[in-house]
């Protein structure tokens, strides 16, 4: 290799995730925290892991459970103003 152009090489460097799996790798970085890893992904997992945490998926169904009806209720309305 040519001198003075590499990166320090961490052979094990310590990589510890927010579910709490920790595992070595090699890296450049001596010591990484992650918030999701191999053990805890819903890829490998296989489940569905659903990041909500304001309940936007609640607000979201709610705001539009009506939204067809009020659609139909706008059309049959501005129809009735129209053969006036
Ligand atoms: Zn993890």
């Avoid at 290799?1 to 090699?26: L, S």
Wanted: overall charge positive; aromatic content about 10%.
């Amino acid at each position: 290799m040519k001198a003075e152009i590499h990166p320090n090489w961490y052979a094990e460097a310590k990589v510890t995730c927010v579910c709490g799996n920790t595992f070595t790798t090699g890296s450049t970085l001596p010591e990484m925290k992650l918030d999701i890893c191999s053990a805890c992904h819903p890829f490998y997992t296989g489940k569905q892991k659903l990041v909500d945490a304001e309940g936007r998926v609640e607000r979201f169904k709610k705001r539009y459970a009506n939204f067809n009806l009020k659609a139909k209720d706008k059309a049959e309305n501005s129809s009735k103003n129209d053969s006036e």
